[in-house]
């Protein structure tokens, strides 16, 4: 994991980079924010180590400006220590708070926090779950349990689509397009009504049990939590 050190005072940023360094991380150092923008043009960080105070700018400025862009954490640091320096901190997107002077123990340790939080964060953004399914947004494979679904790609899509809009009626007309008809070409309805009978089979629903599938008649369809 790369993380990035935006901090002018030469001493405490080599001693932040050995320290992190011998932790297995790839670290780079920063004097100032022209430096570490040229660097995020080029390449985004797992995590930033921005000072408040830089000889050319405001890094808390700078934080604001990067959270709007980018999801990478970061985590201010800086020698004033009030509460509302802290509470400044985290209206401007910064994730987390240190204050100068501070143990390189206690920066290693909100380090491994907030990566962990973050990674948690990017897996949770790449699934969607309901009861005891989930799908698997970046591998596009459906699970129930522990156990994977035998899915074709026209189920999965419908899968997804159900999963994103939880508890509301989807009309016929809105997963035909979705799913089928988003080029242009034309798709019987009956070929929607095939489709999820084969998902609701290959869900794993026993015959009379409930089904997250309901039926809104002469309407569409509506997935919903059980």
């Known amino acids: 994991m790369t993380i990035y050190i935006a901090e002018d005072d030469l001493g405490l940023a080599r001693g932040m980079k050995f320290t992190l360094e011998k932790e297995g991380y790839q670290a780079e150092t920063f004097p100032s924010l022209r430096l570490l923008t040229e660097a995020i043009q080029t390449e985004l960080p797992d995590l930033l180590l921005l000072d408040w105070n830089l000889p050319d700018g405001d890094g ?30 985290l209206e401007e997107g910064a994730d987390d708070y240190i204050a100068k002077p501070f143990s390189l123990a206690v ?39 522990k156990a994977e679904l035998d899915l074709s790609p026209t189920e999965l899509k419908l899968l997804r689509y159900f999963l994103e809009n939880k508890n509301q009626v989807l009309l016929k007309e809105q997963i035909l397009t979705r799913i089928w008809d988003e080029s242009g070409s034309f798709v019987e309805e009956n070929t929607l009504s095939v489709n999820i009978r084969r998902l609701r089979k290959k869900l794993g629903e026993a015959p009379g049990s409930p089904s997250p599938i309901k039926t809104i008649h002469g309407m569409g369809y509506l997935w919903e939590e059980l």
């Not at 808390?60 to 901190?89: G, H, N, Y």
């Not at 990566?115 to 009861?131: D, F, K, N, V």
Request: aromatic share 6%; glycine share 2%.
């Open 60 to 89: 808390l400025t700078l934080c604001r400006e990067l959270k709007e862009s980018f999801d990478f954490p970061i985590l201010m640091i800086t020698a004033r220590d009030l509460e509302i320096d802290q509470v400044m901190c």
């Open 107 to 145: 920066l290693k340790a909100r380090i491994t926090a907030l990566l962990r939080r973050s990674s948690r964060e990017r897996e949770a953004e790449m699934t969607l779950s309901s009861g005891a399914f989930l799908l698997d947004l970046k591998k596009m494979k459906a699970y129930r349990g």
